[in-house]
């Protein structure tokens, strides 16, 4: 697929996490799909999810949060299979917290679907907000 194409994707991939599509997102993964939170402390942030946890997450994610996430793209890079992504989000607690981050995203791409996915982003700000969820984020 052209650099063009490959970011179309990642446009669409966004839509539907925003949307909290779990079958949307999903549809854009491999079944070998790995994402890897690249957050080093606290250590609960850096993990690897298969493409099934990974759809999965908005739904996860909206026991804590009044609507699901939403993340908007700021700049994007294509190169061959990758496309890397800056972007940011918005999303309001259940707890009253405010939960805005800065993200860079690595996405890698085989036939129109992502197999590969890394994320780098603020841990102090997700244990701040996320933290006392800490038991039930599973």
Not at 35 to 58: G, N
Not at 60 to 87: C, G, N, Q, Y
Request: charged share 30%; proline share 2%; glycine share 4%.
């Amino acid at each position: 697929m052209s650099n063009a194409q490959n970011k179309q994707v990642i446009e669409q991939y966004f839509a539907a996490i925003d949307r909290g599509d779990e079958q949307g997102i999903r549809s854009f993964l491999t079944n070998d799909f790995k994402f890897e939170c690249m957050a080093l402390k606290p250590e609960r942030f850096h993990f690897i999810w298969d493409a099934e946890a990974f759809a999965a997450a908005p739904r996860l994610m909206s026991r804590f949060m009044h609507k699901p996430i939403k993340i908007w793209i700021e700049s994007m890079t294509a190169d061959e299979d990758r496309v890397a992504v800056e972007a940011k989000s918005h999303g309001e607690l259940k707890n009253g917290k405010l939960y805005e981050n800065a993200y860079h995203f690595l996405f890698k791409l085989r036939d129109g679907k992502l197999f590969s996915a890394r994320e780098y982003s603020c841990s102090h700000l997700a244990q701040e907000c996320f933290g006392e969820y800490e038991a039930t984020f599973d």
